[in-house]
């Protein structure tokens, strides 16, 4: 029995567009992506320049309002898109996914006056967002943020720290969560910061067991000043905005979870039918056989979960519970599926000779990022059983 070369996914698409699309993104990924990914995550290695090319190729507006220089695709493409590029590399697609959070206020909640000011340049113009949200001492509980924004005349003052900051350092802009009000999620209100602006600093990046090619840092807000024409929404309607942006974001962390996990299988296949003992491939042996199979399983049912969800989000209705499912049993399956495909290789599997274990120390992260996947059961048991009772 030879060895089989890994097949791409197929992608039950709406149009011959978005077909087109995918066509084009593979293409990216086999002349630009993956080739370098191996080489470029050990060595920490951002690729900016890649994410400029994506800019120019309009895939980093794809979900957003063509009049804005977006690409008006649903985001049951949009999230396809996101699996084909994080398969490759999964610091290019949780960095597109990251940008498309970003975009999202000022897209959804900012006036039309702003949409026209910034939001052509956030989708098309080459620029790279960060989101600002989690803090040293707030992550999962982020209603409890302390970073204020002091009112000054036609300005705000910005002071405080924002941890855990996806391409913090350097993001072109970051949407910012801060303090105006009283405690709690009512005194919250969103702002567009300048990645430039006077008094903004990004410490070091954190030293991370995966996704080293992509920068992850804390930034300082040390007084820095912005108008009030960046203020985003109404005052007081910052938290209400970023649990919209969020419940999108986990869709976008799905996505790229799959893609994680299919690329693991395809390189588990590939393996266990070239790999020799005992006289044949150990793709005979009925022992990997299961073992694959399960793998392959959870990965559809992980994909045709987040592409549900995605449906709900595109009809309009409500898809917070089933973002936070699919979130939750994407990224659970990508560790599960990376864990394994480091066993079907066995001891191979374990050497940077081969890319599942990069695979295996990135699907980590996913379990952890945009909501733990413990805050996705609570918000999946709020919507059973209503909730908690204090």
Known sequence: MPDRAPQPVERQLPTEESRDLIALVRDIIEREIAPRAAEEEEAGHFPR????????????????????????????VYLQVLEELAAARLTVGLGVSVHSLSCHALAGYGSKQQQSDHLAAMLGGGLLGAYCLSEPSSGSDAASLRTKAVRDGDDWVITGTKAWITHGGIADFCTVLARTGGEGARGITAFLVPGDADGLNAAAPEKKMGMKGSPTAQINFDGVRVSDARRIGDEGQGFAIALSALDSGRLGIAA????????????????????????????????????????????????????????????????????????????????????????????????????????????????????????????????LAGPETR
Request: glycine share 10%.
């Open 49 to 76: 320049e890649l994410f400029t090319l994506l800019s120019e190729a309009g895939l980093l507006g794809l979900p957003y309002d063509s009049e804005y220089g977006g690409g008006d695709q649903p985001y049951e």
């Open 256 to 383: 790229c979870a799959i893609g994680v996990a299919q690329a693991a299988l395809d390189e588990a296949v590939s393996y266990a039918t070239g790999r020799l003992q005992f006289g044949r491939p150990i793709a005979d042996f009925q022992g990997l056989r299961f073992m694959l199979a399960d793998m392959a399983t959870r990965i559809e049912a992980g994909r045709s979960l987040y592409l549900a969800a995605a449906r709900l989000r595109d009809a309009g209705r409500p898809f917070s519970r089933e973002a936070a499912m699919a979130k939750l049993f994407c990224t659970d399956t990508a560790m599960s599926v990376t864990t394994d495909a480091v066993q079907v290789l066995g001891g191979y599997g374990y050497t940077l000779d081969f890319p599942v274990e990069r695979y295996m120390r990135e699907a980590k992260v996913l379990q952890i990022v945009e909501g733990t996947n413990q805050i996705q059961r609570m918000v999946i048991a709020r919507h």
